[in-house]
């Protein structure tokens, strides 16, 4: 982000003659700390004061000359100030209309009114303005060279701006639209409170409802590749993407690395990874996305974000992939490390409120929405668990609902020992969502003992559910092996029973990594029978590099 931009001075004059000659004196004087900004109408100023709140810069002080046609300088300051409430305001009237400012000393909060002419402006303006710019450096307006969103709480579509641009490593300031600068944000972009959630860039571009896409663009993340042919495309941006993309590049190979939404896959999600090599303190997900895209970047790998591979096909030695947008890239060779999503609970009303109280995997973008709050968790593996500690910093109390009698047989025992010591936790056991309810929002959950079938209904405003997760492969269907599950089969589980897989045609087995199709290679969570770890996914992805340059060797 830039340096922050000099605050403005705003003078308006309809008499094209005063009002430059306001805009010298004023700019000879303070042009040097100020942005002098000139309008002739106040409608005209009004547009200016709208560019520069979308832009996140600050107004200090407004210079407005009486007596204009069609809105005239007290009608104006009564606008600027819904837009920039900190600025100074001043009126600059004729001898004639001092009455009208007298009364605009209270309608518009006037600081002062200046008799015309104003020279020497050394004894008659300056004075006046040096203590109004004192004034406001004491409670000046709020600047703000970040990505802003107006949103509402309780939104779906707010919610997933924010978690993409956190998932994304984007900084941005969340502002409500009742908050009175969301209100003002709104106000300049000529947007109301129904066209939420509204982005602001720091370049002051308003977008109301951005696709990913855009927001991608926004947040300064590559969405389009450079060239059509690389040596290695990594689908998926996972632990074992992230690896392939950084041993790839730095292995010399033109490496393409393509995420259909933000990197660090699932890992990215997770709040912390204890058992992660090298990281004896634990490691947050994003921090350890962030390490490896930069790692990946330094090396030279292209990162494309938002964009969903869709397709897969040979043609000749090359490998085709295709977007969702209809477009192709093409390469000696291909990674899939497209990982696990989220299962998705299917209990009556939860489909409903997802994203309004309702939320798959950690979104630890609403923690501190949850201070001092009842936080509901589904599931007993590592993940349901690092998410019951990370919330129970900010809500008052964590249940966790487990349909087993206890964690034991799905949760590595350090965290059930962490689950254990902390009072804010409890675990449900025998206990399963059935329902959820409520209205604009989750209000309610309905909960069903698994011994006794017995449902009982709690209040609760937030539900985070890990239920396990699956492959979403259904794209490779009939291009490449995969199990029942859905999960890539590769390497020597292709040749189990001493067959080569159908279609295979090479005299050489698959190598280690390699799917039913040569030169695609699986790595990390997607791969059947793999390990579900970061350290795993990473290695693997790590291995199939150099399973791609075996292939490639031999071409
Ligand atoms: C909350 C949580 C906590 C965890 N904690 C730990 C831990 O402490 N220790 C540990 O070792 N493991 C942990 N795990 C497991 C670990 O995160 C996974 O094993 C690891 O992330 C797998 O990496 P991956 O690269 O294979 O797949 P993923 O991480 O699933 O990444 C796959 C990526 O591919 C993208 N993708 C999918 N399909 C496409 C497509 N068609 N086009 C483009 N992109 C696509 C996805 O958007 C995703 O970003 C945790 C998991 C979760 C959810």
Same mark, same amino acid.
């Given at each position: 982000?830039?340096?922050?931009?000099?605050?403005?001075?705003?003078?308006?004059?309809?008499?094209?003659?005063?009002?430059?000659?306001?805009?010298?004196?004023?700019?000879?004087? #303070?042009?040097?700390?100020?942005?002098?900004?000139?309008?002739?109408?106040?409608?005209?100023?009004?547009?200016?004061?709208?560019?520069?709140?979308?832009?996140?810069?600050?107004?200090?002080?407004?210079?407005?000359? #009486?007596?204009?046609?069609?809105? &005239?300088?007290?009608?104006?300051?009564?606008?600027?100030?819904?837009?920039?409430?900190?600025?100074?305001?001043?009126?600059? $009237?004729?001898?004639?209309?001092?009455?009208?400012?007298?009364?605009?000393? &209270?309608?518009?909060?006037?600081?002062?009114?200046?008799?015309?002419?104003?020279?020497?402006?050394?004894?008659?303006?300056?004075?006046?303005?040096?203590?109004?710019?004192?004034?406001?450096?004491? /409670?000046?307006?709020?600047?703000?060279?970040?990505?802003?969103?107006?949103?509402?709480?309780?939104?779906?579509?707010? *919610?997933?701006?924010?978690? *993409?641009?956190?998932?994304?490593?984007?900084? #941005?300031?969340?502002?409500?639209?009742?908050?009175? %600068?969301?209100?003002?944000?709104?106000?300049?972009?000529?947007?109301?409170?129904?066209?939420?959630?509204?982005?602001?860039?720091?370049?002051?571009?308003?977008?109301?409802?951005?696709?990913?896409?855009?927001?991608?663009?926004?947040?300064?993340? $590559?969405?389009?590749?450079?060239?059509? *042919?690389?040596?290695?495309?990594?689908?998926?941006?996972?632990?074992?993407?992230?690896?392939?993309?950084?041993?790839?590049?730095?292995?010399?190979?033109?490496?393409?690395?393509?995420?259909?939404?933000?990197?660090?896959? !699932?890992?990215? !999600?997770?709040?912390?990874?204890? &058992?992660?090599?090298?990281?004896?303190?634990?490691?947050?997900?994003?921090?350890?996305?962030?390490?490896?895209?930069?790692?990946?970047?330094?090396?030279?790998? %292209?990162?494309?974000?938002?964009?969903?591979?869709?397709?897969?096909?040979?043609?000749?030695?090359?490998?085709?992939?295709?977007?969702?947008?209809?477009?192709?890239?093409?390469?000696?060779?291909?990674?899939?490390? $497209?990982?696990?999503? #989220?299962?998705?609970?299917?209990?009556?009303?939860?489909?409903?409120?997802?994203?309004?109280?309702?939320?798959?995997?950690?979104?630890? $973008?609403?923690?501190?929405?949850?201070?001092?709050?009842?936080?509901?968790?589904?599931?007993?593996? &590592?993940?349901?668990?690092?998410?019951?500690?990370?919330?129970?910093?900010?809500?008052?109390?964590?249940?966790?609902?487990?349909?087993?009698?206890?964690?034991?047989? /799905?949760?590595?025992?350090?965290?059930? !020992?962490?689950?254990?010591?902390?009072?804010?936790?409890?675990?449900?056991?025998?206990?399963?969502?059935?329902?959820?309810?409520?209205?604009?929002?989750?209000?309610?959950?309905?909960?069903?003992?698994?011994?006794?079938?017995?449902?009982?209904?709690?209040?609760?405003?937030?539900?985070?559910?890990?239920?396990?997760?699956?492959?979403?492969?259904?794209?490779?269907?009939?291009?490449?092996?995969?199990?029942?599950?859905?999960?890539?089969?590769?390497?020597?589980?292709?040749?189990?029973?001493?067959?080569?897989?159908?279609?295979?045609?090479?005299?050489?087995?698959?190598?280690?990594?390699?799917?039913?199709?040569?030169?695609? *290679?699986?790595?990390?969570?997607?791969?059947? /029978?793999?390990?579900?770890?970061?350290?795993?996914?990473?290695?693997?992805?790590?291995?199939?590099?150099?399973?791609?340059?075996?292939?490639?060797?031999?071409?």
């Amino acid at each position: 982000m830039g340096t922050m931009a000099q605050p403005v001075i705003l003078t308006i004059d309809d008499d094209p003659a005063v009002s430059r000659a306001v805009a010298r004196d004023i700019r000879r004087r #303070y042009g040097d700390r100020y942005r002098v900004v000139r309008a002739d109408s106040g409608s005209g100023g009004l547009d200016a004061l709208r560019e520069i709140k979308l832009r996140g810069e600050r107004v200090a002080v407004l210079l407005a000359d #009486y007596r204009m046609p069609e809105m &005239n300088g007290i009608q104006f300051l009564e606008a600027a100030m819904d837009l920039f409430p900190a600025a100074r305001r001043v009126l600059l $009237t004729a001898y004639a209309d001092t009455d009208a400012a007298i009364d605009a000393i &209270n309608v518009v909060d006037l600081d002062h009114y200046l008799l015309k002419p104003w020279h020497p402006p050394e004894e008659k303006l300056y004075p006046v303005v040096d203590t109004l710019l004192e004034a406001w450096a004491a /409670s000046p307006d709020q600047a703000s060279d970040e990505i802003r969103v107006v949103g509402h709480r309780w939104s779906a579509p707010s *919610f997933a701006v924010r978690d *993409f641009l956190a998932r994304n490593l984007v900084p #941005y300031r969340w502002l409500l639209t009742d908050d009175p %600068e969301g209100g003002r944000l709104l106000a300049a972009a000529g947007a109301d409170a129904t066209d939420v959630p509204l982005v602001v860039t720091p370049d002051g571009k308003a977008l109301v409802a951005p696709t990913e896409a855009e927001l991608a663009a926004v947040a300064g993340l $590559t969405v389009a590749p450079a060239a059509d *042919f690389y040596d290695l495309v990594v689908v998926g941006g996972g632990p074992a993407g992230l690896g392939a993309a950084v041993y790839g590049a730095s292995e010399g190979l033109r490496t393409v690395l393509v995420e259909r939404r933000a990197t660090g896959g !699932q890992a990215g !999600q997770s709040s912390r990874i204890e &058992n992660y090599l090298g990281f004896p303190d634990g490691v947050s997900g994003a921090q350890l996305t962030d390490r490896a895209r930069r790692q990946a970047l330094k090396f030279g790998a %292209e990162l494309l974000s938002t964009r969903e591979v869709v397709g897969l096909e040979s043609a000749g030695a090359a490998r085709l992939l295709h977007f969702g947008d209809g477009s192709t890239i093409a390469a000696h060779t291909v990674v899939l490390a $497209t990982g696990v999503s #989220y299962r998705v609970l299917d209990a009556p009303g939860l489909a409903d409120l997802t994203g309004l109280g309702v939320f798959y995997g950690a979104a630890s $973008t609403e923690a501190p929405s949850c201070v001092d709050q009842d936080v509901w968790i589904v599931g007993g593996a &590592n993940s349901a668990g690092q998410a019951a500690v990370h919330f129970s910093r900010y809500a008052s109390r964590v249940h966790l609902l487990i349909r087993g009698a206890d964690l034991t047989a /799905s949760m590595s025992s350090y965290l059930i !020992q962490q689950l254990e010591r902390n009072d804010r936790i409890v675990v449900h056991p025998h206990t399963e969502v059935v329902g959820g309810a409520g209205d604009g929002h989750l209000e309610r959950l309905r909960l069903r003992d698994t011994r006794s079938g017995d449902v009982r209904e709690v209040d609760a405003s937030w539900l985070f559910i890990f239920i396990g997760a699956e492959p979403r492969t259904e794209w490779l269907d009939g291009v490449l092996a995969r199990d029942e599950r859905g999960f890539i089969v590769a390497g020597p589980d292709l040749t189990a029973g001493g067959r080569k897989p159908p279609g295979w045609t090479l005299a050489r087995d698959p190598y280690h990594l390699e799917s039913s199709l040569p030169g695609v *290679f699986a790595a990390g969570d997607v791969r059947a /029978s793999s390990v579900k770890r970061v350290a795993s996914a990473v290695g693997e992805g790590a291995m199939a590099v150099s399973l791609v340059h075996r292939y490639l060797e031999a071409q």
